[in-house]
């Protein structure tokens, strides 16, 4: 190969690795898990299977965390008339942080026949970081309220996460601990998916990028240099 080819070739390569490095970071994930709720009734024990599905869309300096139910759960005995089943429920919080959220949802928006799989409503609430990490998030207590009685459910299978968050705690602050699976960053913009992260790796990867696309051309000068020699 010729001195300008093989000078060309290198600046080539050198641009496109630091958007080749930049790509390489894992994508925000969410998964879709079967829980086996056990749930107390008015008339006794039920369970049902549904997978589950938990997403979260940056809001502000917080995340606004959705859960979803495939499948219906529990069941009545009687008809429920629109609007007459409220439900709500709790995520149990992993990782770099602890403890539940709560979410909650519209009452049904239309009759639900009597002994038919209740299905729920997707559930929404606000989760702001308290410390900076991987953060997830698993489907915990469902309640249904109904014709002046409650319903409980309860995980039995002891599910994993739906989702794994990377976040950096409100104002900045906060410890660092590790968690499992890929998850999105605190740096994605508001109505998307943020991307995953943390964001420093995403720029520690665009200055290794940089760094590369540097030595491509230090090595082209190098050669540029050189060949007037070799010619001698």
Excluded: H
């Excluded at 409220?86 to 709560?102: M, Q, V, W």
């Excluded at 890929?182 to 998307?192: E, F, K, L, T, W």
């Amino acid at each position: 190969m010729s001195y300008p080819k093989r000078t060309a070739a290198l600046v080539s390569a050198a641009a496109l690795a630091g958007p080749v490095l930049l790509l390489s970071a894992p994508a925000a994930r969410a998964d879709v898990v079967n829980v086996d709720y056990q749930c107390k009734t008015p008339i006794g024990a039920k369970s049902a299977v549904s997978p589950i599905d938990i997403k979260a869309v940056r809001s502000g300096s917080g995340y606004r965390i959705t859960m979803s139910w495939q499948k219906g759960v529990s069941s009545s005995p009687v008809e429920l008339g629109k609007g007459a089943m409220s439900p709500s429920a709790t995520i149990r919080l992993g990782g770099a942080d602890s403890g539940t959220l709560a979410v909650t949802g519209p009452a049904n928006a239309a009759a639900i026949p009597a002994d038919t799989p209740i299905k729920i409503s997707d559930l929404s609430g606000t989760y702001t970081p308290r410390k900076t990490g991987k953060v997830t998030f698993t489907a915990a207590t469902l309640t249904i309220k109904a014709l002046g009685t409650t319903t409980t459910c309860a995980p039995s299978n002891n599910p994993g996460p739906s989702l794994t968050l990377s976040v950096t705690a409100a104002g900045g602050s906060g410890s660092s601990s590790s968690s499992s699976s890929s998850s999105s960053s605190s740096g994605g913009s508001a109505g998307r998916l943020p991307q995953t992260g943390p964001a420093d790796s995403a720029v520690a990867l665009g200055t290794l990028g940089g760094t590369v696309l540097l030595a491509g051309a230090a090595g082209a000068l190098w050669l540029t240099r050189r060949n007037p020699a070799v010619r001698r």
